[in-house]
């Protein structure tokens, strides 16, 4: 083998080096502009990406907030729930107490013993009326529901009757007689007229 001078390569010998450096040289720049192009790309990707992760955070953020002022507003309902009970239950017991009225029937000794009556007015011992007594006690008393009971029946049928206490007489269906007397039971035509002046009803055998 046998190496040539310069003066011995010929022209195609030299123009085939050049076009290999040209073709060379353009590969690079493609390989350049196409590395770019992905670079380009890929910053592109991460800033999209970069954007995302700041939504997600902002909306995670969001919905945090959501969490808290929802765990707010269940302990406030559940708050109110609790006073709506509360409520109800004190304008049930008011009502109830409202509604409760108390009776008693009985002779007038048995009447004057209990300390539920005692005797007014009249002179010498004689003529003296039956009271109420200044201070009376539930528990010597039958408690009924004044909006469910209207009619009170008598121990004794073929006994009168007379109210002691202060109720409105005009309330009942049937009037007393001259004396003030009731027979055949004691039937309330309007309930909240007849209580109104007093809860206990005192009924005295005649």
Request: include cysteine; charge should be neutral; proline fraction near 2%.
């Amino acid at each position: 083998f046998k190496q040539k001078t310069a003066y011995e390569i010929k022209e195609c010998d030299w123009s085939s080096d050049v076009c290999s450096s040209d073709l060379l040289t353009a590969n690079n720049a493609q390989l350049s502009s196409q590395m770019a192009a992905y670079d380009s790309t890929i910053a592109s990707f991460k800033t999209i990406i970069d954007n995302q992760k700041t939504e997600i955070a902002s909306l995670t953020e969001q919905i945090n907030a959501l969490q808290a002022e929802n765990t707010t507003l269940k302990a406030e309902k559940a708050t109110l729930t609790a006073e709506k009970t509360q409520l109800t239950a004190e304008k049930d017991q008011l009502t109830t107490e409202k509604n409760t009225v108390y009776y008693v029937i009985g002779t007038e000794d048995e009447l004057f013993k209990k300390g539920i009556i005692q005797k007014q007015g009249g002179m010498l011992g004689l003529g003296k009326t039956a009271v109420p007594a200044a201070s009376l006690k539930e528990s010597d008393f039958t408690a009924i529901d004044r909006t469910k009971v209207s009619e009170i029946a008598f121990p004794k049928a073929d006994k009168a009757y007379k109210i002691v206490s202060r109720q409105d007489v005009a309330a009942l269906a049937t009037q007393p007689d001259k004396a003030s007397r009731i027979k055949g039971g004691l039937k309330i035509s309007d309930a909240v007229k007849f209580w109104a002046p007093s809860k206990f009803l005192i009924l005295m055998e005649q």
